[in-house]
Every structure is written in C-alpha cells, then in structure tokens.
C-alpha cells in the first residue's frame, strides 16, 4: 500500500490548509484511515480518524478546527485545518488500518 500526502507548507496563526493523502489499493474502501502528528522528540500522536463507514474522532486539541473526510471512488482523505496554531506545526502522517503509513508531510504555523 501506497499513500500519498500532499497540501502540506507555510501558514500564518489563523490560517488554512488542506491535507490529501491518496492511497494506492483498490480496496481502499475496507479500512479506516486517519492523520497523525510528529514533532522532534515527541511520539506520533493521533490528530484524526475515519472509519470505512465515515464515522470520525478528533484529539482534543483540535476538535473543531479540523475535518476529515473521505472519498472511497477517489481512494483518497482528507484534513481541513482552520484557525491554524503555531502548536499544529509537525509533520503530518497519512495512517491506514494495520499500519501503513505514508512519508509524512511539513505542516508549519508561524507568522
């Protein structure tokens, strides 16, 4: 499994952003998928997550200001940032169920 991320640079507090990850398999539509979150010297924590039915859960930090999506004919998610905090900056991982990961992307907030 491949996935893809994109969308990912420099914005200032407040702003926005659009993540994408695009997975490569046909049978994209099995599996939860979700984003996750590293900065230097800290543990990739949860941000977001879908179920293959659309069912979401967010962290706290960023409950309301973030929206995950999906589109199981596109093979793809997505994550709408909002009002976007100097502490969202790290980089972002597109996650699917049983461990696959993609490269991870640079998400940073600062004016």
């Known amino acids: 499994v491949q996935l893809a991320e994109s969308g990912g640079g420099l914005v200032q507090p407040g702003g926005s952003l659009r993540l994408s990850c695009v997975a490569s398999e046909k049978i994209f539509n099995d599996y939860a998928m979700g984003w996750f979150r590293q900065t230097p010297g800290s543990s990739r924590d949860l941000v977001a997550r879908?179920?293959?039915?659309?069912?979401?859960h967010y962290a706290d930090s960023v409950k309301g200001r973030f929206t995950i999506s999906r589109d199981n004919a596109k093979r793809t998610i997505w994550l709408e940032m909002t009002n976007l905090h100097p502490d969202d900056t790290a980089v972002y991982y597109c996650w699917r169920a049983n461990n696959h990961w993609g490269q991870g992307i640079q998400v940073t907030v600062s004016s």
């Open positions: 879908i179920t293959n039915d659309g069912y979401t």
